[in-house]
């Protein structure tokens, strides 16, 4: 009996100890490590002395994946400085380039068709609601843009051209190049005559009564 009540008391004090090793352990605990005094996105900061807690690039900073080289896929530029008049981007098909045009319309009316117009006649609908004060929207189809190299109009998308702001940041170069390369295709719709189809398309068109000359 005697041990038996010594093995509960034992028992008791030892439960107790545990327990009281657990508050002190408890204790000195803390949450520091995970709530921590800091700012989150977009909030104001009181430590900067322009009061935002969004810290700006350093100078020079590239994102990963658009190191940008001095090549003519980059500036539109071969190496005397001259305007290329050749996409600098290589095709394995006709269903490669077909997509690769299909591309540029897709960017083409929605980055250039508010000012341009789908047409490329400069009548979007910045022309026609009276915004365009101080210059025009250009259109394509004058004589002076269709004998354009078509790095002209990739040259413009990058660094802007007169009222119009460079897309560099908003339109990536791939992109770019297929705009011009719709732009293209957009001129040639416009201006086309019998001496630029095939002796299968002229047969085709002259059946259907679609084949005319050259339209302004």
Known sequence: ?????????????????????VLVTAAGCHTDMWIQPKTVPLEESTFYADKSSARPLVPGTVARGHLEEDTPFFTGRDDNGQLVTAIPVKFNSDKEFKEFLLRGQERFNIYCTPCHGRLGD???MISKRGLALRRPPANYHTDRLRNMPIGHFYDVMTKGY?????????????????????????????????????AAQRASRQSTGSLGTETQ
């Open 122 to 124: 400069g009548q979007g």
């Open 1 to 21: 009996m005697r041990q038996s009540r010594a093995s509960r008391w034992l028992l008791r004090a030892l439960k107790l100890s545990l327990g009281l090793l």
């Open 162 to 198: 007169g009222v119009m702001f460079s897309y560099a940041s908003r339109v990536e170069p791939q992109d770019r190049w297929a705009i011009a390369a719709y732009i293209r295709a957009l001129q040639l719709s416009q201006h086309a005559d019998s001496a630029d189809y095939t």
